[in-house]
């Protein structure tokens, strides 16, 4: 199994980015797939959960409305993308499938005026 996460940054309060995790080594599309985040000092938390079809998700309550995952399950690949950005979403950011204990290198997001 290998995540390959990607398009971290830095960005200010209210900008956006949009995350990707190309997976490889297993059939994506059999899996739900997660993003996770790991603060400095703090435990990684789950952020958003998405179904194996994307039909259904599920989201940490400080990303509601803001976050939104998606797939691509022709191109082994899960999204989030990150409106509305704020101080306290800055954390590396992993993706995971269930049922795995693999985890990607991470990608660093920070938001900073």
């Known amino acids: 199994v290998q995540l390959v996460e990607s398009g971290g940054g830095l960005v200010q309060p209210g900008e956006s980015l949009r995350l990707s995790c190309a997976a490889s080594g297993f059939t994506f599309s059999n899996y739900e797939m997660s993003w996770y985040r790991q603060a400095p000092g703090k435990e990684r938390e789950r952020v958003v959960l998405?179904?194996?079809?994307?039909?259904?998700?599920n989201y940490l309550d400080s990303v509601k409305g803001r976050f939104t995952i998606s797939r691509d399950n022709a191109k082994n690949t899960v999204y989030l993308q990150m409106n509305g950005l704020k101080f306290e979403d800055t954390a590396v950011y992993y993706c995971?499938?269930?049922?795995?204990?693999?985890w990607g290198q991470g990608t660093q997001v920070t938001v900073s005026s």
């Open positions: 995971k499938a269930t049922g795995w204990s693999s």
């Open positions: 998405i179904s194996r079809g994307g039909g259904s998700t």
